[in-house]
């Protein structure tokens, strides 16, 4: 049974990684920071394009917990339809070097291993 996510703030990690990765632990949180991080702002349908295989009530989710901790910053229209938009705080383009350096090393896992991602399969898929 997974554990569940720590939220309790005042609660002091084992160590420095513990804090760390309790803040981006979550199945689409790197991948959402990623995408914000090379597409700038974005709404929460291309967002959601961004992430195979997630739901809409995961993602809505695992971006409002960024939102808690200060990651990324939403921003709500008052139009017909909603219109809301995701962007990266000031705290969220500090994990940036973290996330590329993640990036280049699953791109050499990947290589070695002579894997391929969606992303860079060139056979169009039938949706």
């Known amino acids: 049974?997974?554990?569940?996510?720590?939220?309790?703030?005042?609660?002091?990690?084992?160590?420095?990684?513990?804090?760390?990765?309790?803040?981006?632990n979550g199945r689409w949180k790197g991948v959402i920071l990623y995408h914000l991080l090379q597409d700038g702002t974005t709404r929460f349908n291309a967002l959601q394009?961004?992430?195979?295989?997630?739901?809409?009530?995961?993602?809505?989710?695992?971006?409002?917990?960024?939102?808690?901790?200060?990651?990324?910053?939403?921003?709500?229209?008052?139009?017909?339809p909603p219109k809301v938009e995701y962007s990266l705080t000031e705290e969220g383009r500090s994990i940036a070097p973290i996330l590329m350096q993640l990036c280049d090393w699953g791109r050499g896992w990947l290589d070695r291993r002579h894997l391929t991602t969606l992303a860079d399969d060139p056979v169009e898929r039938v949706a």
Request: aromatic share 6%; with cysteine.
């Open 49 to 80: 394009r961004r992430c195979p295989g997630s739901t809409a009530r995961l993602l809505a989710k695992q971006l409002r917990e960024l939102e808690e901790d200060g990651f990324i910053n939403r921003t709500v229209y008052a139009v017909v």
């Open 1 to 24: 049974m997974p554990v569940p996510k720590r939220r309790n703030y005042d609660a002091v990690p084992a160590c420095t990684i513990e804090a760390a990765l309790n803040l981006i």
